[in-house]
């Protein structure tokens, strides 16, 4: 994080829970009839609030943006090829491990009426390591008033979701940004953020093949899996495997140097039914999709 700790490995992340658009979101009336009992955890320090939220499910909690808000609000500014003007709302979260969890899902409930009173603004939270305690489990408190207090099926939610580094609203919609996207520097979240924005799919690439990693079911966007590394380059899993079977250790398009990797647990090709590169094979994925790539260190 800006203020924080080192990034993950690069990993696969199956990134697909960007934006809640058919999301119902609960005013104060709502939140307060719900028995938040189950949420009320009175830490003793940070890191036990951070324990907490992985217990929860939210497993990327120790991970976070690399910068600064202000960056990638100003970033973000200069690239959208629209008028609309983004706000940086981050400083409205408490900070340290005591911050009152009910402030987020409010917060998210006021920008989200205001982004609908004004389209040309959109409004932007982002998860840093001061926050943390109070944006996750904020997001969790939102979760279990939207289930009425069902505090079991609000974690099962969090399980199968992406862990939030940041939440962009517009015209009523909350963008979720994942955790992976923000390990870079803030021109990742940027470029995925204007892909969608801006409805353009081909800001946000496979540095590799040039396949888009946006995806739209019509109501919001997601994306498909990639790996994002500290060149701010993104590749599909399978694009990246490639890559490295056949011998090359650099970026693709930079020439830095990649992570040492390596190969592993690959199954059998669907097609010719070996492991590992085979020429003659005549499937033009052989065995790239079900690569597994995992880090030697």
């Not at 900070?95 to 987020?104: A, T």
Request: hydrophobic share 35%.
């Amino acid at each position: 994080m800006s203020e924080t700790s080192a990034n993950p490995k690069p990993c696969v992340h199956p990134a697909d829970r960007i934006a809640d658009a058919d999301r119902r979101l609960i005013d104060a009336q709502e939140f307060d009839d719900v028995d938040h009992s189950a949420l009320n955890h009175g830490f003793l320090s940070y890191d036990d609030a951070l324990r907490k939220c992985v217990e929860d499910g939210w497993d990327e909690a120790i991970f976070g943006p690399n910068f600064a808000s202000t960056a990638l609000v100003a970033l973000l500014n200069e690239e959208l090829q629209s008028d609309l003007e983004v706000i940086d709302k981050t400083p409205m979260l408490p900070r340290g491990h005591e911050g009152n969890y009910s402030v987020l899902p409010l917060v998210g409930y006021q920008l989200n009426k205001m982004s609908q009173e004004d389209t040309s603004k959109a409004f932007f939270l982002m998860r840093t390591k001061a926050n943390t305690p109070a944006f996750l489990c904020g997001m969790m408190a939102g979760h279990v008033a939207e289930r009425r207090g069902d505090y079991d099926a609000a974690k099962e939610h969090v399980r199968n979701s992406t862990t939030p580094a940041g939440i962009l609203v517009h015209n009523g919609k909350q963008m979720i940004i994942p955790t992976i996207v923000v390990q870079g520097s803030e021109q990742i979240a940027v470029n995925m953020l204007c892909s969608m924005m801006d409805n353009d799919p081909a800001k946000f690439c496979c540095s590799y093949c040039g396949d888009t990693f946006i995806k739209s079911n019509g109501i919001g966007w997601g994306t498909s899996g990639f790996l994002a590394f500290e060149c701010d380059h993104v590749f599909h899993p399978w694009c990246i495997a490639k890559h490295y079977m056949a011998g090359n250790r650099d970026c693709f398009i930079c020439h830095r140097p990649l992570p040492d990797m390596r190969l592993e647990n690959s199954p059998p090709c669907g097609t010719c039914e070996t492991v590992g590169r085979d020429e003659d094979c005549p499937s033009p994925a052989h065995n790239m999709e079900t690569a597994v790539l995992v880090s030697s260190s």
